[in-house]
């Protein structure tokens, strides 16, 4: 089942204002305390977050960076505006689609997302997009959902799939670290302490 950019874009949407209090269990018990280990891992001063969503990370910048952060969404990145202005978070924040990014060629240190390779429409145009404007000896940090190794749970996760995707615009079946890895990254890792499911990729340009 394939969805096209401005469909998943209206899911996103239409989410938007619901987004954080549907997601608040799960952040309370295991999303929070992924990225911060995905954060602790930031090098450099350039720094590019993609799909940004309703901003939160921002708990977890680095001070001493410039941060920019993007995503498709009109409505996630309203809410995203409204935190930064609670939050007092120095951050510039603009409407962009990860697949056709408007950066200059090695562009930032890190580039660094979470949970948005599952609703990307062309994920390996969208990674491609990424190796362009990270600088080479830049690194990639991703924080994704992906596809299990357990061959039943991923059956059961193919065949719900196009039910999530429907609701929220997200796939529970991508194969993101092989997408990364088909981009042209090197030293493409896990971090050791991901599940079966959530995965902490880091990779070098
Ligand atoms: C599941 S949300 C995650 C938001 C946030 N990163 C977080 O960790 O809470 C996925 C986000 O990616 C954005 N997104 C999906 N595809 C995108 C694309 N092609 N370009 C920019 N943003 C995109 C969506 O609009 C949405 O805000």
């Not at 090098?43 to 590019?48: A, D, F, S, T």
């Not at 390779?117 to 969208?126: H, M, N, T, Y």
Request: contains cysteine; aromatic residues 10%; hydrophobic residues 45%.
């Amino acid at each position: 089942m394939k969805v096209d950019s401005a469909t998943i874009k209206k899911r996103y949407n239409r989410i938007a204002p619901y987004f954080d209090a549907m997601e608040a269990i799960m952040e309370g018990l295991f999303f929070k305390t992924w990225r911060k280990k995905l954060w602790s891992k930031v090098e450099g001063y350039h720094i590019l977050e993609v799909g940004v969503g309703t901003g939160k990370n921002f708990e977890f910048y680095p001070i001493e960076a410039q941060l920019t952060a993007i995503d498709f969404s009109e409505k996630m990145l309203k809410q995203a505006l409204h935190n930064k202005h609670r939050k007092g978070v120095t951050v510039a924040l603009d409407l962009m689609d990860i697949q056709s990014l408007a950066f200059a060629d090695n562009s930032f240190d890190t580039v660094i997302g979470s949970f948005v390779f599952c609703s990307v429409p062309l994920p390996v145009k969208g990674l491609k997009e990424l190796y362009r404007v990270c600088r080479p000896g830049g690194q990639l940090l991703l924080l994704e959902h992906v596809i299990s190794s357990n061959t039943f749970i991923a059956k059961l996760m193919n065949i719900i799939n196009p039910v999530i995707l429907t609701l929220i615009g997200a796939n529970i079946n991508r194969n993101t670290v092989k997408n990364v890895k088909a981009c042209g990254f090197s030293s493409v890792r896990i971090d050791e302490r991901s599940g079966p499911i959530i995965k902490l990729i880091e990779a070098r340009k």
